[in-house]
């Protein structure tokens, strides 16, 4: 079966750093895009960067110059650094693995891990 398995979120203050780990399982790595969304009580979820595995990557406006996502082929895991951490970014961070060919498409999401950021 598939998994994606999200580590190392917690309770962090403002201008802190937390690093995000997914550890994914049951799919060919480096066929996916890998990616982290998030998601606020009451709000839409929304991207927050994402990478293929060449190496391109883009990134939400709101976490440009703060967060670098990278990925591990050999681990099969893709991470989210996050430094100089605000309370905006409070949510629940999801791990997101994508593959998109003419003829079908999978998508898997990890349980997801809490991030808080308060003082």
């Known amino acids: 079966q598939v998994q994606l398995v999200e580590s190392g979120g917690g309770l962090v203050q403002p201008g802190g750093s937390l690093r995000l780990s997914c550890e994914a399982s049951?799919?060919?790595?480096?066929?996916?895009?890998m990616a982290w969304y998030r998601q606020a009580p009451g709000k839409q979820r929304e991207l927050v960067a994402g990478?293929?595995?060449?190496?391109?990557?883009n990134y939400a406006d709101s976490v440009k110059g703060r967060f670098t996502i990278s990925r591990d082929g050999a681990k099969n895991t893709v991470s989210l650094q996050m430094n100089s951490l605000k309370p905006e970014d409070t949510a629940v961070y999801y791990c997101?693995?994508?593959?998109?060919?003419?003829?079908?498409?999978?998508?898997?999401w990890g349980q997801g891990t809490q991030v808080t950021v308060s003082s």
């Open positions: 997101n693995a994508r593959r998109l060919t003419l003829s079908i498409s999978s998508t898997y």
């Open positions: 990478s293929t595995s060449a190496g391109t990557t």
């Open positions: 049951g799919i060919i790595f480096d066929n996916y895009f």
